[in-house]
Every structure is written in C-alpha cells, then in structure tokens.
C-alpha cells in the first residue's frame, strides 16, 4: 500500500508561490492516479487538481486553472503541485491522494474524486 507525506506548505502573502511535494513510499506512483485536494478552514474538503497515471492530462478546480500546476515526476516518486499568484482564499489544508489504477470510479468521476490513499496535509496560508 502506497504511503503519501506531504510538505513545502507554510505562509505567504497574497501574489506569492509555493510549491508543494507529495513524497510516496511503499509502491511506486507511475501506475496511480495522483491529485490535490484542499480543506479551507471551516469548510468540506474540496479537488484541487488531478493527473491520471498515465501522465497525459491534467485536471484543475476553475478557481485554481491557470495558477496552479501539478506535475509527478516518476523517477523520485513524488508528485508536486506549483502555486503562483496565491490569494487569502487558498488558505487551507492541502492533501496528496492517490488512486488505485483498477479504480475505475475515479475514471467515472473524472478524476475529481474516489481516491484510495491520502497523506496528513499540509497548511498554507496566505495573507491578505
């Protein structure tokens, strides 16, 4: 069973960046799905961004597209997440998920939930 951990969150004022990682031990990501979630305080955790274990496409949250990045790198087994131009409204919680490859609900779901495996979180907050 895949282990996720995730890190480089912190505190940053609005316009900056972060980038976060999603390290995984156990088994190797290149057959996962990957994808980013977040849980602002006060509020139901939400999908961030998404690729498929294919590596050929990626997903985003419209209130994300066009600041945010993921990307995996196979080789080191980790996946990343790129933020630029924050705002005070994505401060939250971020979590790494991974998704069983025969888990074919993610697929129905188009890849916006139904992941198996998730890492602890780790907060960003982002100043107004």
């Known amino acids: 069973q895949v282990q996720l951990r995730e890190s480089g969150g912190g505190s940053v004022q609005a316009g900056g960046s972060l980038k976060l990682s999603c390290s995984a031990s156990g088994q190797t990501i290149y057959s996962y799905h990957m994808a980013w979630f977040r849980q602002p305080p006060g509020k139901e955790r939400e999908f961030v961004a998404a690729t498929p274990w294919s590596g050929d496409s990626t997903y985003y949250a419209d209130s994300v597209k066009g600041r945010f990045t993921i990307s995996r790198d196979n080789a080191m087994n980790t996946v990343h997440l790129q933020m630029v131009s924050l705002k005070p409204e994505d401060t939250a919680v971020y979590y790494c998920?991974?998704?069983?490859?025969?888990?074919?609900?993610?697929?129905?779901?188009?890849?916006?939930?139904?992941?198996?495996?998730w890492g602890q979180g780790t907060r960003v907050t982002v100043s107004s």
């Open positions: 998920a991974a998704g069983e490859p025969m888990n074919y609900k993610i697929q129905e779901e188009g890849f916006l939930s139904g992941y198996d495996h």
